[in-house]
């Protein structure tokens, strides 16, 4: 979504505008966005009867592709802090799925709860100085052996690229957070933690619980 200074590279920020935001996400993955999130699903190790927690679900697409993995009786429960996103989210998600409105930062889900926590293109959203925070809920809600998957935007190596996506996106997704994301997972107590990527567009940091 566009914004209008650094202040997001900054200091994260809620997107409120759910059909601009889905615009944007289908142009970005330029027909691929299914096959994307559903490479992350398999990243994350999600099988049938999981129980799943997608942090910044934003409109939910993450979420409801999980519940395809986990189905038929396995649950997705989509965590935002956006009433309006979670708005569209509840209206096209099935059965399987939950929605709760929160920050990353205090999820509202039980200790060692779920199987795994995904989630994509919310991180640099969320506030630099509740973003350690975010990493130890994920650890906090994740049963032991449980994984983690973050994913989010992996800005373009060429300068005059930036320029463009900055001008388009604004400047939080000129910003490659893979270092913060892998260090804060570290810190957090997760162990095997690794970095790849998933298309061009994403930095994937997978982790497991120990």
């Known amino acids: 979504m566009p914004h209008s200074s650094d202040r997001h590279r900054t200091h994260g920020g809620v997107i409120h505008h759910a059909r601009g935001y889905e615009i944007v996400s ?36 993450l ?8 189905t038929p009786t396995g649950t997705v429960t989509g965590v935002d802090p956006s009433p309006q996103m979670l708005a569209v989210a ?15 930062e205090r999820l509202p889900v039980a200790d060692g709860t779920a199987h795994r926590v995904v989630s994509c293109l919310a991180f640099h959203h969320i506030p630099p100085e509740l ?10 809600v ?8 973050v994913a989010d935007f992996r800005p373009p190596r060429a300068r005059l690229a930036q320029h463009l996506l900055g001008a388009v996106t604004g400047p939080a997704m000129r910003y490659d957070g ?10 957090a107590g997760f162990r095997d933690v690794t970095t790849g990527r998933q298309r061009p567009l994403l930095f994937v940091v997978t982790a497991t619980r120990p």
């Open 142 to 149: 994740l049963r032991p052996g449980g994984r983690l998957l």
């Open 131 to 140: 973003r350690v925070d975010a990493v130890r809920e994920m650890h906090r």
């Open 63 to 70: 979420t409801r592709r999980a519940a395809v993995a986990v």
């Open 26 to 61: 289908m142009l970005a993955f330029g027909g691929f966005r299914r096959h994307t999130y559903d490479a992350l699903v398999r990243a994350s190790g999600a099988e049938p009867g999981d129980r799943v927690i997608d942090i910044g679900c934003g409109t939910g697409y």
């Open 90 to 104: 509840r209206r096209l998600a099935p059965p399987t799925c939950t929605f709760t409105e929160a920050g990353g």
């Open 178 to 187: 893979s270092d913060e994301v892998r260090a804060a997972v570290a810190a």
